[in-house]
């Protein structure tokens, strides 16, 4: 299990202690199953660092990224999550819904697999979106929106819906509306899963970027070796749900 | 990490519009199902208010709130005679402003001498400052200038008397022919009077003489030794018995116990209340069903939200995930269902009650117009009753949508979907 500790007067970002996480389905009967997603996962990563979750499809990396964000709750275990206002941790495994949601709109940045943008709103409503749940006023929403879409290459998109973007420049919507509300922590689940290597290679470079300049904490998930070689940092490699490799620097 | 500012409620109200718009038959089947509901509840309110207010007011025209109808028959209960003596002691019972004692159920013939006649009820009056009588509208005359020879009458009188202008009636000469059944057959006796005034319409349509006349004429219908009555007579007849007498009382929160006083001492007492309250049961059984049938409308209005709120959360409950993920709380996305309810309220209740208006005036246009009092009112409360109605369908529908979506987890969401 890699657990990293403290160093170079850098405060653990997160502190993962023995989670464990079983999905239920929802038949009845012989319909009725049980999958341990996570198993006994103590994990540290820490604040501005680079980690990469790789592991084949089942392995519980995107669970353990959901943990981490907040939008699962293991049944056993603590996640302590640590914010950069000097606050006390936070438990997230025995916050409520509410108090997770508000960590997430403060802190926490996500990409979904899927992307998960709104159709119905523009690229730059899309962006926005988060600060609408901060109570920010909407010139100030529209301002903060227009800059992260510059930031990330696309200020010329950003009236145009999801559907007329290509998949490389809505995965770089995806990632502004994450960052829009400057973060401390980005977590991406397979950002570059279903893009070529020229949108992959774009995006990547997007999150280089943000770690570097902002010193975010990114978590991301990945199959794809390539991926880890090209973005660089921590590697955690999982394998039925176990964390099997700690960490490999570079 | 408790700094977080919530969702304005301005983006809130911006958002949920955005929402409507995107799904314009659902809001308009809604609106539409909603605003009948509001029309219905608000039209049956109307008239049961505006009934209310004419039937009070055509009973306040033949008595006031105040007065008490007192009689005495010996054949209900044993109660001291309506002498003047006992009228004396009952004007000392308290909270009674005036005793007038009256002389009524008398039937006669008036005719001018023209030959048009008209059979009419006379009661008496003690004049001028007798309630029974100064509270009519005057079309002509006053009823000041009621004398010994002259009589007061209503207007629906004179027209049956074939005078067309009323304040030709005034000063007009008339017979008033009484009747008695008397050893040989009946006997009748001819009273020249003058009409002295026309009220407006007066307590039953009936006519007024001053109480002396009234008192001999009762005594000659009812015994048969008692003389003709004589017009230039004008003294009271203080051992007369009446019937009947007026008691006002000094407000009408003392009607009840005055009555219950009466009752215990034998007398029969009647009230304009009593007749209000008859009114005011049909009238509210009667409003009762009929806004039963708004509420119908209107639950099979609320049946449509619930299906149209539940079919749109489920739609995007993917949606709502994302705002989860991006920090929207569980309140936040209530609030966001809940306002598009709010908004269909608003404008339901509006449609609804602009439509309900719309009824009203057309009804009061085509069959109130000939009654003084406003059948159909149409009053701001109405309004607020309206929105009130559509907000509390609208919310009390949208609830069980609001609370799954609000409860929704954006794991569940994008596992399960």
Redesign the interface.
Known sequence: MGASGRSAGKLNRYELERVSLR?QS?GRGLDHAETLALKDVSLNVRAGELAVVMGASGSGKSTLL?VL?G??TPDKGTVQFR?D?G?SP?DLAKAS???R???????IG?V?Q?L?L?P?MTAGENVA??L????I??RDRAAKAEAMIRGVGLDKHAGRYPSELSGGEQQRVAIA??LV?EPEVLLADEPTGSLDSQSSGDVLSVFRQFHESAGLTIILVTHDDSVAQKLGGRVIRMRDGVVQEGERAR | MSDDRSMRMSDVLRVAVSQLRESPVFFYANVTAISVGVLLIIVMLSIAVGVRRYVENTLRKEAAADMIEVSADARIAAAPPLTYAHIAEIARMPAIRFVYPVVQGVFADLATRNGESTFISLASTTGSTDPEVTRYAFLAGNVAALHRDSVVVPESVVRQLAIVDPRAAVGRRVTLRITRAGLHGDESVDLPLTIAAVARETRFSRCYVLLPLAQQIVKWQSNIAAPPPVLAATAIDHAFVFDTIYIYTTDVASVAATRTALERRGYQTASILDSIHRYDQILFAATIVLTSLGAIALFTGSISIFNAAYASVMRRLRDFAIYKTYGATGGMIMRLVLAEAVLTALVAGLIGFAAAAAVCLTLQHYAGSRIETVLFPVEWWLALVAELTALGACVLASLRPARIAAHSTPVEVFRIG
Not at chain 1, 132 to 135: A, E, K, T, V, Y
């Open positions: 999905f929802r959901h964000a939008l699962a914010d206002d606050d936070v819904e509410d108090e949601a508000r960590i997430r709109g403060r802190h996500f979904y899927a998960n709104i119905t979106l988060p609408l749940f901060r109570g006023t909407p509306r994450a509300f």
